[in-house]
């Protein structure tokens, strides 16, 4: 009968395993690093940076709107989603009773076209929404 691995010496197997568990950590530390260096920001970044009320409010039907301040229920998001914002902010300004605000975080490229459409749709059905613009340079 011949057994497994029996010629192995266990130190050598439990070698083998610790850089095993080393390498895996290692290339998970370089992925890790290699994201924070390119800078990119997600839209929850944003809300956090710069939301002054509260972030991620959860409503009775469990949606969250982005920010909730005193005066207004606000929705962040990326320029090209212009359209969802502006439904998003509305909906919840209906749930909360305050003002729908969008933050609408554009590239200095692309700035121009998705705050037009944004703003012809607000002003051509005469709503009563805010809207500010974060830049994002690194998008």
């Known amino acids: ?77 990326w320029g090209k989603k212009w359209a969802e914002s502006l439904g998003q902010a509305l909906f919840y300004s209906a749930m909360t009773g305050k003002k729908a605000g969008i933050v609408l975080i554009v590239n200095p490229r692309t700035k121009d076209r998705f705050l037009k459409r944004l703003n012809k749709a607000i002003a051509d059905n005469n709503l009563d929404v805010d809207v500010w613009t974060i830049t994002n340079q690194r998008t």
């Open 1 to 77: 009968m011949i057994k497994q691995f029996s010629s192995i010496p266990r130190v050598l197997v439990a070698s083998f395993k610790l850089f095993a568990v080393i390498a895996f950590l290692s290339t998970c530390s370089l992925a890790q690093a290699k994201t924070a260096k390119s800078g990119k920001w997600h839209e929850a970044d944003f809300v956090d940076a710069y939301c002054q009320g509260e972030v991620e409010h959860v409503l009775a039907d469990k949606t969250r709107v982005d920010c909730l301040t005193a005066t207004h229920a606000i929705e962040y998001d």
